[in-house]
């Protein structure tokens, strides 16, 4: 009879609990049924995935340790694909999880029945699965692990409003949205999230979130002293290991930075004691020597030294010596410290950041000293190894591009300068200095044949093994310079490495035929005419088997080098009398040598002026060439340059003495007629503001087609302003003018004047298109070619990319056939990552089933957003109705006209109609014609698939895993049984 009862109560349970699966019904037997589903089915599988792409984030990191560690791993470029397939599924089970087991219906309301306040908030809410909300929260973490920061925003901001009701679950959205903002650094945006978090008073659950926002927020702003003590209680949270061995890195890196530096020490002490990988473990022991009190600097140096001294840590070096150089700049010893700094260089093993660190150290030394040849060479290697987003990269750059433009005028002047100081010296000391270049000579063949003899050993043992196992490496940075897919000389950071490399191979080469030869000498002259290759190739030849030699002597290895040379010992670069045949003892030699100086002095005083800004250095570098050259065949410039420095400097009697003598020597000079011209001084105090006023002028000239007013102003601009920095876009208005006047030769003319003139402004790019257009046969300003057009049309052009057959094709007024969204702008006027965040936005927030396809398009100065993905006119023209409602979107969109066009018509747009004319035909056959005013566009179309929950049906298991959930879900809200 027991067993009956057992049976009976079984089969009533498994009844009302399949009777509560239906989707219509929201009772408390359904919100648990579904809420267990949710947990224990595909949510479960989700949060799985999650954990293992967090695992293979840890393991994969790679960070720089010479900057300050990114609080988030998903920040550092290298990883933030690591886990990338494991953060899809987290994403895609999320989403099947909320499709399948959302509860939006309210529950039933029993007629009578009074409903308490507790009630009435609970039947308020938009979602009745208690479990719904994890699965929100862990779909946006994946996708901000992902690095989709703006999708992530999304999620979060969609999540606090569909969870209002509950501010513990909503201020952990906010939270997590203030983290994506961050990321984005929009500051002003995730303070405001998480002050909104803060006037609730943080609840419970949501203060790990909150506490790591606002970490992040602190550190990203580099408020170190505001970051401290909410960084200290995030390392206390974070997980034993790698993740918490970062994060006392971190910590001691923000002690160090406030000068804490035994709090520095023992956070770093506590970094070692979580057992980290290697490299950070090295790293924290460097710091340690660097947090030291200032008087340990013998202990210091003695505990970097063993450092060095171990096998393990040979791929460090360049950090080891990088720290020791530091040291002696702290003392201060610039000369050990450059010797230290220059070790690093030459056994750094590996071209990344901390070789990158300790160039710039090095090169800013140089620069100070005003070694530019040195410093050019520090800088380049170390701009073939920074990042982009350097605080200094762009600084390094111009500098890089400076000293490619200084330097071979003062290795000139440096070269010239040392032969001639060789030539007044007695033969003694002469004599000495040459054998002093004559073993450094020496110690370089014999490191070039070790590393030829090496190269040539792997290479031999790569072919052995297949070439694959023993290969020689490439540094990551190297092998990620070029992996934006830009050409290898559009990426500033391969050329300068491959530079630096070459260099390192074959040292400073003229451009020319038959380059691959070695440079024999450090005072070898630049010209390369008249060189018997082959006979130098058999020379080296002959030298690098005497040195692989193990058992041949320096004088096997003379005897060998001038029997392959025919004793010809003025050849031979281990041969005093190669160094002496290249002094200038004779008369004509000393003025040959003079005139190398001479030509070499005033270009680079010129870029010491003008692009350097040094002008001391520019002025000491005028005047040597002012008192020891006064015939120099362009003085006139040269008194012209000197006269301007002492007018930087205020020094007006100074420049009045170089402009008297200028007038005098040159009337007829150009230099002449500018300085003595009644307004030069007005010109030169505000010429760049009264040639900005006049540029005004015409433009809103242009704009009121007041053409009169256009060629008044750009007749002034072509006298008074020849140079100015408005000249290109004076001389576009200027052909415009002649264009309005039916002068096309003179328009076209005017146009190819400012391509030549102007190649690298961005008014030149346009100015060059419309010539081509022209040359192609269309006529300006008539209906066939619109100047204005974002699309020039080229229905005449032999244009090899365009299909025969949409040339011969035609507009068409279909309705029902795939439909884009177009938002098009300029890109100086509208904040283009605020306009994808808004539509993402606005996308996620209204489509729950729909998934419009969002791309960004470039095109010159004009800019597009487009949107794909719309079944038919009437939903693209809903869509646009709605979008234009929300009042987020409205007042960033209410400049913009958008453009709703089949995807068909576009393929003609450019080809064979320009945006003008499909304006037109829009305007003809699609604003007369009625829309759907109720379309609903969110749902299923006919023709849609589910692919991955197609055969899913409500009720059904969709996972067979019923483990137990992690503790970090969000504890279920009471009352939501009733």
């Known amino acids: 009879m027991v067993k009956q009862l057992r049976n009976i109560l079984a089969l009533m ?29 595909t949510y479960f599988n989700g949060h799985q995935a999650y954990l293992e792409g967090m695992q293979a984030k840890a393991e994969g990191n790679k960070d720089n340790f010479t900057d300050f560690l990114p609080l988030m791993m998903v920040s550092n470029k290298s990883s933030k694909d690591l886990g990338k397939g494991n953060f899809e599924t987290t994403i895609t089970k999320c989403e099947k999880t909320i499709k399948l087991h959302s509860i939006k219906n309210k529950p039933e309301y029993k007629r009578g029945h009074r409903l308490t306040a507790k009630e009435k908030a609970f039947r308020n809410r938009k979602e009745f699965n208690p479990f719904l909300k994890n699965a929100w929260i862990l779909m946006g973490k994946a996708q901000l692990q992902r690095g989709e920061y703006i999708e992530a925003a999304s999620t979060f901001a969609y999540t606090e409003r569909l969870y209002r009701d509950q ?69 206390s949270n974070m997980p034993h290991g790698i993740p918490r061995a ?48 200032q008087g340990d600097n013998k202990k210091k140096l003695a505990k970097l030294n063993r450092m060095a001294r171990k096998p393990n840590n040979k791929n460090y070096l360049d950090r080891i010596y990088y720290a020791i150089g530091n040291i ?39 620069w100070t000293m005003q070694r530019f040849d040195k410093a050019q060479r520090c800088y380049n290697t170390a701009l073939g190894a920074l990042d982009k987003e350097h605080p200094r990269y762009e600084e390094i750059s111009k500098k890089t591009k400076t000293l490619d433009k200084l330097v071979p005028y003062t290795n000139e002047i440096f070269l010239q300068d040392s032969l001639q100081t060789l030539v007044r010296m007695p033969e003694k000391e002469r004599l000495a200095v040459i054998d002093k270049l004559i073993e450094l000579e020496k110690k370089r063949q014999k490191e070039a044949a070790k590393a030829a003899a090496d190269s040539i050993a792997q290479a031999r043992e790569g072919r052995q093994t297949g070439g694959s196992n023993n290969r020689p490496t490439t540094d990551d940075k190297t ?101 002496l045949a290249q002094l200038p003892f004779t008369e004509e030699q000393m003025t040959a040598s003079n005139n190398k100086i001479r030509d070499a002095l005033f270009p680079a005083g010129v870029i010491e002026k003008d692009e350097l800004e040094n002008y001391l250095l520019a002025r000491n570098t005028f005047m040597r060439l002012y008192t020891e050259f006064p015939e120099y065949e362009h003085r006139d410039e040269l008194l012209y340059q000197l006269f301007l420095l002492e007018l930087h400097w205020g020094s007006s009697g100074s420049a009045n003495i170089y402009k008297n003598e200028l007038a005098a020597s040159y009337p007829e000079s150009p230099y002449t007629l500018l300085i003595t011209a009644p307004d030069y001084e007005e010109n030169a105090r505000f010429g760049k503001h009264l040639e900005d006023s006049l540029y ?20 002034i601009s072509k006298s008074k302003y020849p140079q100015g920095e408005n000249r290109a876009k004076f001389m576009f208005l200027d052909a415009m003018t002649l264009l309005h006047k039916g002068d096309t030769k003179g328009f076209t003319e005017g146009l190819r004047e400012l391509v030549k003139t102007f190649p690298q402004d961005n008014i030149s790019e346009l100015a060059g298109s419309i010539v081509k257009s022209i040359d192609e046969g269309r006529v300006p300003g008539s209906d066939g070619y619109d100047i204005g057009s974002l699309w020039g049309n080229r ?40 306009l994808l965040y808004e539509v993402s936005r606005f996308n996620f927030t209204n489509f729950s089933v729909r998934n419009f396809e969002i791309e960004l398009v470039q095109s010159g100065t004009t800019g597009q957003l487009c949107l794909k993905g719309f079944l038919s006119f009437d939903e693209v023209h809903r869509y646009q109705q709605d979008i234009y409602n929300d009042s987020a979107c409205h007042v960033l969109l209410k400049h913009i006209k ?72 969000i504890e279920d809200d009471g009352g939501e049984w009733y």
């Open 13 to 41: 349970l498994l009844a009302m609990l399949l009777t509560s699966c239906a989707t219509h019904k929201n009772t408390a037997s359904t919100r648990w049924w579904k809420s267990f589903k949710s947990r224990y089915n």
């Open 167 to 235: 501010p513990q679950v909503a201020n952990i959205a906010r939270s997590l949205a203030a983290l994506c903002y961050t990321q984005l650094d929009w500051f002003y945006d995730a303070e405001d999230l998480l002050n909104k978090v803060r006037r609730d008073s943080v609840p419970r659950a949501a203060r790990r979130p909150y506490n790591t926002a606002l970490t992040n927020l602190h550190l990203r702003q580099k408020h170190w002293k505001e970051a401290l003590p909410y960084l200290k209680q995030e390392v």
């Open 246 to 293: 970062r994060g006392y890195y971190l910590l001691a890196q923000v002690y160090q930075t406030l000068n804490m530096k035994k709090e520095a020490y023992k956070s770093l002490q506590k970094c070692l004691n979580q057992s980290p990988p290697y490299e950070m473990k090295f790293n924290a022991q460097i710091m340690q020597t660097e947090v030291m009190p």
């Open 328 to 366: 002696y700049m702290a003392i201060p010893d610039t000369s050990k410290a450059i010797a230290s700094y220059e070790t690093g260089n030459e056994k750094s093993a590996q071209n990344g950041p901390a070789k990158a660190i300790l160039n710039l150290n090095l090169g800013d030394i140089y």
């Open 479 to 579: 092998a990620n310079a070029n992996s934006g897919g830009a050409w290898y000389f559009y990426n500033q950071q391969s050329v300068m490495q491959g530079a630096d490399q070459f260099k390192k191979l074959w040292g400073n080469r003229k451009n020319e035929d038959n380059w691959r030869r070695i440079n024999k000498t450090v005072l070898a002259t630049q010209d390369s005419e008249g060189v018997d290759y082959e006979k130098e190739d058999s020379i080296e030849n002959a030298r690098l088997n005497a040195l692989n030699d193990s058992t041949a002597t320096d004088s096997t290895l003379i005897d060998q080098g001038d029997a392959a040379q025919n004793d010809s010992l003025a050849n031979d670069p281990l041969k005093r009398e190669f160094y």
């Open 696 to 715: 005004t002028a015409t433009y809103n000239a242009y704009r009121m087609n007041d053409y009169t007013t256009m060629e008044e102003n750009c007749a």
């Open 795 to 834: 229905i005449n052009s032999a244009d090899a990319e365009a299909d025969a057959a949409l040339k011969q094709d035609s507009l068409t007024a279909d309705r029902n056939t795939s439909f884009v969204f177009i938002l098009p702008y300029a890109n100086d006027s509208i904040d283009e990552g605020k």
């Open 898 to 969: 958008p453009v709703l066009i089949s995807e068909h018509n576009l393929r003609l747009i450019g080809i064979k109609y320009t945006a003008a004319d499909y304006e037109k035909f829009y305007q003809q056959h699609f604003v007369p014609s009625k829309v759907k005013e109720d379309l609903k566009i969110d749902q299923d179309p006919s023709n849609f698939i589910w692919d991955e929950f197609q055969e899913v049906k409500d009720g059904d298991d969709d996972d067979s895993n019923n483990n137990t959930s992690d503790d970090v879900d």
